[in-house]
């Protein structure tokens, strides 16, 4: 059954709380997905450009975030200009004034493989007109892959959600891990 758990939820909980909870979910936390969107202009195109698109107005996300394991850690995987980064979880989701819905995975994924596939990616350079082009023209620009390709992308690789087109923005990719498309 597919867990869909918004900031709102997760920021009402003790740190204490927080660190049960994500040692509970550790293995099904490890190939989901954080959308978010936030006040930065990149993310405000984004959901705009989405707006006109989505049927639902009440969450249109700009970024999809991969959660990642590494030596035991939980981490969140960025694909975000100027270049992609990782950080902890638990500091992200201690941390963050970002508005996110996190979609816990409920479906089997070799996640150290996912894991090891999307990390690979740190440090890679990513412009901020790519970010905003994707929206537009949803296809891959000579630099990289976008946030919620790389995500889907990687499910993909282990016969997950294949009957998308893996040219998505967050708001499909979101849609269509809820299933709702």
Known sequence: ?????????????????????????????????????????????????????????????????????????????????????IQPLYDYLINTSDTYALILRDFKLDTNMFSLNIAEHVGEFYPYMSAIRSVFTKRQTKWVRHCSELHLRELQ?????????????????????KGKR
């Not at 450009?49 to 990642?68: L, M, N, Q, Y």
Request: aromatic share 10%.
């Open 157 to 177: 690789k282990q016969g997950i959600l294949t009957e998308l087109n893996p040219e998505i923005t967050p708001d499909e990719l979101y849609h269509a891990m």
């Open 1 to 85: 059954m597919v867990q869909v758990h918004f900031d709102t939820a997760i920021q009402n909980l003790s740190e204490s709380e927080l660190e049960t909870w994500l040692e509970f979910n550790h293995e099904r936390l490890i190939g989901s997905a954080i959308f978010t969107k936030n006040n930065s202009l990149t993310s405000k195109i984004v959901r705009w450009a989405e707006g006109w698109r989505c049927k639902e107005k009440d969450f249109i996300p700009s970024h999809t975030g991969s959660v990642i394991e590494k030596d035991g850690t939980l981490y969140l995987f960025d694909m975000k200009p100027l270049k992609a980064s």
